[in-house]
């Protein structure tokens, strides 16, 4: 609106007084102020300056929607240019930053739960975990080296417990003391009778269901992991 004003002068013309008159409070005090943040305002703040070497030019607040005449028909040419057709290259307005972020941001989470669903391993993890949980991210990210290595460690069954330990050939029998099967994180956290009755006391069940272990969170898994001293 202002550099439409300005345009309105011939730029042959000096020593005219130009009355700019705009119902947006907000408009007037970002040119009054001597901090530019917004391209949009730098290049109103450019074509005032140049008009003003010529001519002297004032910005009067007038109250919107009051009778003015001139702002009326302001008002009036804008909605007919929001309804009117556009023709260029889109988008005929900024994006803001926040909206391209978001958008990243969401882009970012859909492909990463893509890439966790189609990659092949990471099959004891699964077991926890039907894709990526940022609360666990987050949780996990405040604690100490330690504690972050024995949950991460017993949540993707790298750890030393005899299944892990077969498998790397420094022992030869895979299996718990139990008896029930091969000793892997998923088997220690989740059903080994040995921490039944620890199990229950820490995380509030004889036994564990693999999926409600995202609920309980990493604080109270590692809680759990320190007292059956297998990863000591």
Known sequence: MLEGSLSMIPPNEEGRKVFICSDSEAAIKALMSPITTSKLVK?????????????????????????????????????????????????????????????LNDWMRTEHKRLWSSYPGGVHTKRFFEGPDEKWSRDLLVMDRCQIRRVVSAITGHCRLNAHLTKMGLISDPNCTCGLGEETGLHLICECPKFSSLRYRVLGSHTVDPSRLSKLGPVMLDRFLVRTARFT
Not at 52 to 80: C, F, K, Y
């Open 43 to 103: 290049a109103c703040k450019e074509t005032l300056n140049q008009g003003g070497l010529r001519n002297q030019i004032t910005l009067i607040w007038v109250p919107g929607h009051s009778g003015v005449e001139g702002n009326e028909r302001a008002d009036e040419l804008a909605r007919l240019g929001s309804a009117s057709t556009v023709y260029g290259p889109e988008p005929f307005i900024p994006i803001p930053q926040s909206l391209c972020n978001a958008a």
